[in-house]
């Protein structure tokens, strides 16, 4: 297997979680990258490597570039819209922020406090997705969108590290993929809703201009990967037990959702419109 070299990849994903206390009640000890940085369930040799199983990108003159142009296009349209705004909330992997990006679909908010193990597993989940892309964003080294086309982004403020790291596959539709798949596990009532929602939550990326659709389905693929082979990891299947329940206690306790969806709302009903075939 490809090795990951971890050093190189702290910055874009590890140190863009949030950094805090790991212990938590009943989850036993969690290894960490950095003091306060939980590590993910799996061992590096155990993550999928992106680079063996994903195709190269889209090559210059190639019809699949051809649509990753047309769909950044698209993109632009949102530019100052409900729909930018929550590609703007999405581009933000910081916990705690970040531990309520599905909380409208998943009808249940999230914090480490109500649901700390449910916290954990998004948080260390989101290293595993995040790392199984850097074997082949390294190795690419894709240009975005944004500096091919020296236009601004939905976060002008991360454009400089951005433009440092590879666009190919998506780093943020892997996490979202996985949080998506992992949710609607433990919530398979609100399937449907949840993976709208990863889907949102990845087409951020090409709303904000910093990712090319064809990266954006590349990482939704290396998450399908990660989350299969997490089921093969112990402590991430008690941590999926424990999350389980406490998302039953939360029904039972907080029925009333603390979080305000209407933008969620708005940037799905967005998402949809742009979607459907033009008319003729």
Known sequence: MHRIRLVSVLPAIVLAACSGPVATPGAGPVPELRPGIPAGYLSRDALPDSLALLPPPPASGSGALAADEEAYRSGRQFKGTARWDQAITDSNLRFPAAAGAFACALGASVSEKATPRLYLLLRRSMIDAGLATYAA????????????????????????????????????????????????????????????????????????????????????????????????????????????????????????????????????????????????
């Open 137 to 280: 964003k390294n190795h690419w080294a894709r240009i975005r969108p944004f500096a091919v086309h020296k236009e601004a982004s939905c976060t002008p403020g991360e454009e400089a590290a951005l433009a440092k790291e590879g666009s190919y596959p998506s780093g943020h539709a892997a996490i979202g993929w996985t949080w998506a798949l992992v949710l609607a596990e433990l919530s398979p009532a609100r399937t449907d809703l949840l993976l709208a929602r990863g889907r949102d939550f990845a087409q951020s990326r090409s709303v904000c201009g910093v990712h090319w659709q064809s990266d954006i389905q590349a990482g939704q693929s290396i998450a399908a990967g990660v989350v299969a082979r997490l089921h093969a990891d112990a402590t991430f299947q008690a941590d999926l037990q424990a999350a389980g329940q406490e998302l039953i206690r939360a029904a039972e306790t907080q029925p009333v959702l603390e979080k305000d969806c209407s933008a969620d709302t708005k940037a799905a009903t967005s998402t949809a419109r742009s979607a459907r075939p033009a008319e003729r």
